[in-house]
C-alpha cells in the first residue's frame, strides 16, 4: 500500500466511477490501487475531496486539482479512422 502520509509530494490520483455498471477504478500515480464492481453512491452523487467526518483528524487538508477526464477508447477509435 502507498504512503500517503503528508508532505510537499504530489499525487496523481485517477478516479473513475461508472455509474452504470457500478465499475469503479483508481489509480494512484499511473498504479492500479483499486479495480472492483462495487455500486458505492447513486447516479452522480459521488463527491471528490469531502470526508464523511469533517471533525476526524486525519482527514484530507491538500488540495484537489480536476484533471481533463481521459478518453482511452475515443483516443484508440480516433488513431485508427486518421490510417
Do not use: E, H, Y
Amino acid at each position: 500500500m502507498a504512503d500517503l502520509s503528508p508532505s510537499q509530494a504530489a499525487f496523481t490520483l485517477d478516479v473513475v466511477m461508472d455509474d452504470r455498471n457500478g465499475q469503479v477504478r483508481v489509480d494512484l500515480d499511473g498504479r492500479s490501487v483499486l479495480d472492483a464492481i462495487t455500486f458505492l453512491v447513486a447516479g452522480d452523487q459521488a463527491t471528490t475531496g469531502s470526508t464523511a467526518n469533517p471533525a476526524d483528524p486525519t482527514r484530507f487538508t491538500g488540495t484537489i486539482r480536476n484533471l481533463p477526464v481521459r478518453t482511452p477508447l475515443c483516443d484508440s477509435v480516433r488513431s485508427q479512422a486518421k490510417r
